[in-house]
């Protein structure tokens, strides 16, 4: 869901009750891998399609453009600044619900959903959510430290660092941030805890972070790895990753795509891993007691390679550099 970057003032925390109105308004959104994505869905004028992560709805709109009349769209997304951007499209064949991705099959109910004929996935964080400072997302501006994509339940990271111990801090930011110097960090943050100073906005964070790494790869702000495994851990980004992916398998129809755009390795790694599973169920060694078309059917077959964006692409929007997008087709219903 990364989108395109676009320059803002230095801003200051701002109240709580700001409304989500306010928060639409300060960014420009520009959605990744637009048309390749669309396209690998394999659009069916009359068919039934799912957006997961809605973000600003690029996305959606090109899948509206290609539908006919009878063809249906949902979209689900768990920003209420997304939610206020979706109910703004009028459209009797569109329909948008407030729910983390991992909730598809609650989605099926309502809307009397069997199968569908595509699926897609645009994970990560938009630029709105990036660029609006008092969502917490970014140390270029000093906000509240909040990072939440839901702003309705969970914890933010301010209330995170608050009771989160030195140890399992490190575990975090090592696993979700790859950052080699987690220990450091995190012993850092806990520091500056246990020394009477809460952690409470971005841009205190950010010094803390910077602080504690010695060595900083040209043109990365010391704070991106640690600010990346925080935003993942409190969002339960790949956990709700993990959980999504086999209820899409459980979603499509026989021919339906499913397809997800990933930003970093993390992500990927699953996506990745999940269609290999799926597609190589009869992998089995030559003397395995149980002959491979005695077992279930592969489920999934890969559409393609991996796509990335293109360079002029990435010249227009840089945030869109780390895009992988994966393409798999349903091929058998157990």
């Known amino acids: 869901m990364m989108t395109g970057a676009t320059s803002a003032p230095k801003l200051t925390p701002i109240s709580a009750k700001a409304s989500v109105s306010t928060m639409t308004q300060s960014s420009t959104h520009i959605t990744v891998l637009l048309n390749e994505a669309v396209d690998a869905l ?17 996305h959606s709109k090109k899948i509206l453009s290609k539908l006919g009349e009878t063809g249906r769209l949902f979209a689900m997304d768990r920003d209420l600044a997304a939610m206020e951007a979706g109910e703004a499209i009028k459209d009797a ?23 569908v004929d595509g699926i897609l996935l645009d994970l990560g964080i938009s630029s709105p959510q990036i660029d609006e400072g008092e969502r917490g997302f970014s140390f270029r501006f000093d906000g509240p430290l909040d990072m939440r994509m839901d702003q309705t339940r969970g914890k933010t990271v301010a209330e995170l660092l608050a009771t989160i111990s030195e140890k399992q801090l490190g575990e975090v930011i ?39 790494i010695p060595k900083v790869e040209p043109g990365q702000n010391p704070a991106t790895r640690t600010f990346q495994a925080l935003r993942i851990y409190v969002n339960q980004e790949l956990e709700e990753l993990s959980l999504i992916l086999p209820k899409c398998l459980d979603s499509l129809v026989v021919g339906g ?4 755009i990933s930003f970093h390795s993390l992500e990927d790694r699953i996506v990745k891993r999940f269609i290999s599973g799926e597609e190589n169920r009869d992998d ?9 078309k005695d077992l279930p059917q592969a489920r999934l077959k890969m559409v393609g390679k991996a796509i990335k964006p293109s360079a002029d692409e990435i010249k227009l929007n840089v945030r869109a550099r780390s895009a992988v997008m994966r393409v798999a087709e349903r091929t058998a219903i157990a």
Do not use: C
């Open 284 to 292: 089995l060694p030559s003397n395995f007691p149980i002959k491979a």
């Open 93 to 115: 064949r569109f329909k948008i619900e407030h729910r983390h991705f991992s909730e598809i099959n609650q989605l099926a109910i309502n809307n009397s959903l069997k199968r």
């Open 257 to 260: 795509r499913l397809v997800v």
């Open 42 to 58: 394999n659009i069916n004028p009359s068919g039934t399609y799912i957006d997961g992560t809605f973000g600003r709805g690029g």
């Open 174 to 212: 090592k696993h979700y941030g790859e950052e080699r110097f987690a220990k450091q960090v995190a012993r850092a943050i806990i520091k500056e805890r246990t020394d009477g100073r809460a952690i409470t906005s971005t841009g205190q964070l950010a010094k803390v972070v910077a602080s504690a």
